[in-house]
Nanobody
Framework: QVQLVESGGGLVQAGGSLRLSCGAS????????MGWFRQAPGKEREFVAA????????IYADSVKGRFTISRDNAKNTVYLQMNSLKPEDTAVYYC?????????????????WGQGTQVTVSS
């Protein structure tokens, strides 16, 4: 099993940037396809971005494409989400997740392990 811990959330003004980190312990992130999801108050959890085990394949939600970048440093056992040009509608709790799979997936049901989440608040 792998344990995931997110960090890097906070309060930022619209147009600003944040970088979220997802540190892993127990097993290396290289064993997993990794994803980021978010959940805003009163809304369902939604897919944000995902990366394959090697990092060679990435996918994004249309709402963040061109603004967010997912990356991974398997040597540091960490996955990142660089968020630029943030908008108030990006406000949510952001979750890191690991899937015991080779491909990249948008569906949360594929992911086996989840972090506790980190709050991102974007003010207008």
């Amino acid at each position: 099993q792998v344990q995931l811990v997110e960090s890097g959330g906070g309060l930022v003004q619209a147009g600003g940037s944040l970088r979220l980190s997802c540190g892993a312990s127990g097993r290396t992130v290289s064993s997993y396809s990794m994803g980021w999801f978010r959940q805003a108050p009163g809304k369902e959890r939604e897919f944000v971005a995902a990366t394959s085990r090697s990092g060679g394949n990435t996918i994004y939600a249309d709402s963040v494409k061109g603004r967010f970048t997912i990356s991974r440093d398997n040597a540091k056992n960490t996955v990142y989400l660089q968020m630029n040009s943030l908008k108030p509608e990006d406000t949510a709790v952001y979750y890191c997740a690991a899937a015991d799979a080779w491909a990249v997936y948008r569906s949360s049901t594929v992911y086996n392990f989840w972090g506790q989440g980190t709050q991102v608040t974007v003010s207008s």
